[in-house]
């Protein structure tokens, strides 16, 4: 049977760093709450003048390309992903982003549209790529995002209130551009072994980006204590455990290497973390995080971790990794693949 796998991935993480001391010193009313000991965000990569959406996924695709053995022209498809589709100050749904894209790169021939789906953006365009891979429709392909999302942590500083506010969470975002280039695995050492989505919409009023209620602005209004409790939390590894089960396999006989979770903030990952370890009856893998730098980098945030321990080397040879979504809508499941190959030049 065929399987697809990551053949690269690339990132833009702006040089551009606002901590999280700076962010909160600005708020119109003075927290009554500590914010980096809340979420273990130190700073979070933040848009320079020159950056947007677009320019982000350039230079994040132009990455990707770099650490890939096909060259634009090569490539069969292009999905873009980000929830933010800012060119300079205009946001764009007609065109596309990905016809930007195609025409900047030099993508003559690839195929290309946008997906957008709150924070699982990129694992939407991964699953749909992967699926076209395995249906022999598209040989490659390239899945992209550009998030330019800290105006919604501007619009907080100006009207948040306290920690139980509507746009709280918004505090945690950065910037940052994610490519992945997906084709058909060749072998067992790199190959997506099992990839699911779900989504569950009687949770979707709990988390809404929109018009601001009180500006012009954009804003994310979420309610936290009811995206996090344990009954919701539950649904990953509950999906996970019907999933593998059909299989014939379990969550220890899959013995992941390292997981990856969505970069929300520090005590988030540890409940989850936590509540992997109660339904999965297992000890869960080496958590993978970089939230302390980079902050919450929306739908690129997965691909923004594995980049960065890629690049640093601290990926052991022959790695099985498992990435869990977490995004608005609520849309979460499991992406596990197996790397060897993949790296960051």
């Not at 049977?1 to 833009?12: D, L, N, P, Q, V």
């Not at 702006?14 to 273990?40: C, H, W, Y």
């Not at 344990?230 to 299989?247: G, V």
């Not at 080496?286 to 980079?294: C, I």
Request: charged fraction near 25%; aromatic fraction near 10%; charge should be negative.
């Amino acid at each position: 049977m065929t399987k697809a796998r990551f053949e690269s991935i690339g990132a833009y993480i702006p040089n551009k760093r606002v901590s999280t001391e700076e962010l909160t010193a600005n708020m119109n009313i003075p927290p009554q709450f500590d914010l980096e000991a809340i979420t273990g965000i130190k700073t979070r990569s933040w848009k320079e003048d020159k950056d947007d959406s677009y320019t982000m996924a350039i230079d994040a695709a132009n990455s990707c390309l770099e650490n890939s053995k096909y060259e634009a022209a090569d490539l069969d498809i292009i999905i873009s992903c980000s929830i933010a589709r800012f060119v300079g100050d205009c946001s764009y749904y007609e065109p596309p982003m990905s016809l930007f894209l195609k025409h900047k790169l030099g993508a003559h021939k690839a195929i290309f549209f946008d997906v957008s789906n709150a924070c699982a953006g990129m694992f939407s365009g991964l699953y749909i790529l992967e699926s076209m891979i395995k249906a022999g429709v598209v040989k490659n392909g390239l899945v992209v995002s550009g998030e330019y999302i800290s105006t919604i942590a501007e619009t907080a500083v100006l009207e948040a209130k306290d920690i139980y506010d509507p746009q709280f969470g918004s505090l945690t975002v950065g910037d940052a551009g994610a490519a992945v280039i997906l084709d058909k695995a060749v072998d067992d050492n790199d190959v997506i072994d099992c990839f699911n989505l779900i989504s569950t919409p009687e949770y979707s009023d709990l988390a809404i980006g929109k018009p601001s209620n009180d500006s012009n602005r954009y804003a994310m209004y979420a309610s936290n204590s009811k995206m996090h409790t344990e009954e919701r939390l539950k649904i990953w590894p509950n999906f996970q455990i019907d999933m593998l089960a059909k299989e014939g396999k379990d969550f220890k006989s899959e013995q992941f290497d390292y997981i990856i979770h969505h970069q929300v903030g520090s005590k988030f990952v540890e409940r989850l973390l936590k509540v992997g370890k109660e339904a999965f009856s297992a000890e869960q893998p080496e958590s993978l995080n970089v939230l302390e730098k980079y902050g919450n980098t929306s739908s690129t945030s997965h691909f923004i971790v594995l980049y960065e321990y890629l690049k640093a080397n601290k990926l052991k040879d022959k790695s099985k990794i498992l990435m869990v979504p977490a995004a608005s809508g609520f849309v979460t499941g499991f992406l596990s693949m197996s790397i060897n190959n993949l790296a960051v030049k």
